[in-house]
């Protein structure tokens, strides 16, 4: 875990240097007339408000309805910020050919200043609220992926970076539970990032009855991803989880069915940040009886992916990339994973890669739908006789 206060120190670092800028931004873009500098002031001040909103919430332990409000004010306000510099460098893009190819003359550069940062704070508002939208409807994701011969077809719905806390409710699980219930799956798999830092143990009651309505015939299983790990709360995440009734795999295996070639390997990898074994480690003691079982490999971050091909893993689910979460980070993300996003294979391994039924911070999406993955393996056809 010492990786992780370098990490956010850097983080915090940007942060900082990045709101400072964009507050400085907004002062000085506003100077002239028509914008009087009690205005400007105003405005800046409430731009150093929010910007510490989400800081100090982040500090304070509690689920309060005060804290969830800063919390949500300051993740929105990173969104905006977010969209506003993107919108910005768009602008100076077309500021510079502007310059060359005279598209618009600008008579009154002062006017045309404060009319530019209006324009741009609208459509940052309106990226933000699209956004929002956008997450309060996740799609179904349907896949069918053909498996070894003598496995009998199996339901699989899994999902990842809910993020429970205080800016993802009890209320918003048991809209994704809604759309759950109908897809009859025979098991029920979370990929890490269940729960944020922030996650009251004094909710696990209510989440743990807005699950009890699912009944996979397999049972409900997870991994851990890193922020239940943040702030040193692993344990504590770890107990709140065992509470709502999701079954916890940390380095550990299961066998679930019990007739042969009904029987799967389940297999749920501890958190790469935190230190692990690798998966033929983890699987080294499994009997032999049940070591040509289905394998299906809980792992929230999409990496190491030659280990689980190596220890013939049929089929690994993964979360944690959010393919993004703002465009254009997908295209960023893609770079630094072997699978980013969606459904890839090594050799006899499926890897499928979700972008999460959730969010971090900000509730706020455009990169693509927040998804639930429902997959249905079906046996490999025998080949007709000859």
């Known amino acids: 875990m010492s990786s992780f206060p370098v990490l956010f120190v850097i983080i915090k670092g940007l942060f900082v240097a990045f709101n400072v800028g964009f507050i400085a931004l907004i002062y000085f873009a506003l100077r002239g007339p028509g914008v009087s500098r009690p205005v400007r002031v105003g405005l800046c001040l409430l731009a150093v408000a929010l910007s510490l909103a989400s800081p100090i919430a982040h500090e304070i332990d509690g689920n309060a309805p005060w804290l969830k409000t800063i919390s949500i004010a300051g993740h929105f306000w990173f969104a905006f910020m977010y969209h506003a510099a993107l919108a910005g460098v768009l602008y100076g893009v077309f500021r510079l050919f502007n ?30 609220l699209a956004g929002w939208i956008n997450m309060q409807y996740p799609a179904v994701r349907e896949e069918q992926l053909i498996v070894p011969v003598g496995v009998a077809p ?17 209320d918003f699980f048991s809209s994704v539970i809604d759309r759950i219930e109908p897809l009859s799956p025979d098991i029920v798999l979370f990929l890490g990032d269940i729960l944020e ?22 049972g409900i299983w997870g991994v851990m991803g890193n922020h239940e790990y943040l702030n040193d709360k692993g344990e504590l995440s770890k107990n709140s989880l065992d509470r709502i009734g999701i ?34 480690e983890v699987i080294a003691d499994v009997p032999k009886g049940d070591g ?20 013939g893993v049929h089929l690994q689910l993964s979360g944690h990339s959010h393919n993004g979460q703002f465009f254009p980070l997908n295209f960023i993300v893609s770079l630094l994973f072997e699978n980013a996003y969606g459904h890839y294979t090594r050799g006899q391994t499926h890897y499928w890669v979700t972008s999460g039924v959730g969010n971090w911070g ?3 999406r455009t990169t693509g739908r927040p998804e639930i993955m429902l997959i249905d393996l079906v046996p490999q056809p025998e080949a007709p006789s000859q």
């Open 99 to 128: 310059r060359r190819f005279r598209w618009v003359v600008i008579a009154d550069r002062v006017r045309w200043r404060h009319r530019s940062c209006a324009g741009i704070a609208v459509a940052s508002l309106l990226m933000c």
């Open 154 to 170: 199996l339901r699989i719905v899994a999902l990842s970076d809910l993020h429970l806390g205080r800016s993802a409710s009890v």
């Open 197 to 218: 830092h922030d996650f009251a143990p004094s909710e696990a009651p209510a989440a743990a009855a807005v699950l009890e309505r699912l009944k996979p015939r397999l």
């Open 247 to 280: 079954r916890i795999l940390i380095d550990q295996w299961e066998i679930l069915g019990e007739k042969p070639g009904e029987k799967i390997l389940l297999i749920g990898r501890r958190d790469r940040r935190v230190g692990r074994k690798p998966v033929q």
């Open 292 to 311: 040509d079982a289905l394998k299906i490999l809980l792992d929230h971050q999409p990496v190491d992916l030659e280990g689980p091909e190596k220890a």
């Open 362 to 364: 900000p509730k706020v």
